[in-house]
């Protein structure tokens, strides 16, 4: 991992830098390159715009590691208006929850009974919850609240981090379980013992894990969203799910508003399922850290701004 990625990576918890960035106008407006705006509404205007070229949705409402009961409450209802407005819409969108939010980190019960009334509303309208995965403290935990929510419903999915060194042994388990698995590379400080350090290995195992994943979507298997922006990975895997006559509806490509939309239209127009995650909400500064780390170019934009 580069120096300059880890770095962001640490500055993504300071809550100094926090308090003074999501101030400045020149951070709020590099922050739009990513999300189209702060509230509900933005998101859903956005949806809608990029439905109309072939390309459907997730959302996702910012925030992670509340600390109070009534926060978490507040998510947990918020997704419930989320979904009510998704029905209204008529969009194809699903939701993408962090368990942090939900209260994971100071009652993992009162988590999963939030979790699970954003379940049952979202299976009874036939819509679908995505669980974010966080930093591998949580893993164990996320998947524990995982598998008591796969047997509620099928109308829910977790998303697998190929940086880890476990990811390979709890895929086995899940694919018994899960009715879907999003593979992404992995977005958080780690350290070697237990993520991959190399880039090149981190794509050899997404590759790896990949190739796993649609064999078992050809055999009837999970719902694969393959979310990654790495157009190289994106043709391999695409190769592999057409050599072996894997059904264009058994996986999705997911990627992030605003990364690699030329990306996005040319594999829509294609005929390629793509499903792209809306974020909005104002708890955007450690989110928005993640996204300069993945890519520290990102940072030269913005001081560049910043001189201007
Ligand atoms: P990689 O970082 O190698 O990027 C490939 C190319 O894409 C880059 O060369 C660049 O051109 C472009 N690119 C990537 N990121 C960019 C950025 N921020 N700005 C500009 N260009 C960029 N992680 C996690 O730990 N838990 C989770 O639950 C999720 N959920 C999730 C959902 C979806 C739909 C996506 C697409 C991603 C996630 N992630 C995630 C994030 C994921 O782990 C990873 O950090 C990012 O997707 C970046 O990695 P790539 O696979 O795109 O490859």
């Not at 939010?101 to 939030?114: N, S, T, Y």
Request: proline share 3%; hydrophobic share 45%.
């Amino acid at each position: 991992m580069s120096l300059a990625r880890r770095a962001l990576l640490a500055l993504s918890t300071s809550a100094w830098l926090r308090d003074h960035a999501t101030k400045s106008r020149i951070v709020r407006r590099s922050v739009a390159r990513f999300m189209p705006g702060e509230r509900l509404d933005d998101a859903l205007e956005a949806a809608r715009q990029q439905q109309a070229s072939g390309i459907t949705a997730i959302l996702t409402h910012l925030g992670e590691n509340l600390a109070q009961r009534e926060e978490a409450e507040e998510v947990a209802s918020h997704y419930l208006d989320v979904l009510d407005r998704i029905a209204a819409s008529g969009l194809d969108a699903h939701v993408s929850i962090k368990l942090t939010q939900l209260g994971l980190d100071f009652d993992p019960e009162l988590c999963f009974r939030h979790f699970q009334l954003v379940l049952d509303r979202a299976s009874a309208r036939n819509q679908f919850v995505w669980i974010d995965m966080e930093s591998s403290a949580y893993v164990d935990r996320t998947l524990d609240i995982f598998r008591r929510a796969c047997g509620r419903s099928s109308r829910v999915g977790i998303a697998l981090q190929a940086y880890l060194h476990r990811s390979a042994g709890d895929l086995d388990q899940l694919l018994a379980i899960a009715p879907a698995i999003r593979l992404v590379k992995g977005a958080y400080l780690e350290p070697p013992s237990i993520a991959f350090p190399k880039k090149s290995d981190v794509d050899e195992s997404y590759y790896r894990l990949g190739v796993r994943l649609l064999t078992a979507a050809a055999a009837g298997g999970p719902l694969v969203h393959i979310a990654t922006h790495d157009p190289r990975l994106i043709e391999r895997l695409g190769a592999f799910a057409s050599d072996h006559a894997v059904s264009s509806s058994a996986y999705e490509y997911a990627m992030l508003y605003g990364i690699q939309r030329h990306l996005q239209q040319r594999l829509a127009r294609e005929g390629r399922r793509v499903r792209v995650l809306i974020a909005y909400g104002d708890n955007w500064f450690p989110w928005y850290m993640r996204r300069l780390a993945e890519r520290p170019a990102n940072v030269w934009f913005l001081l560049k701004n910043f001189g201007a």
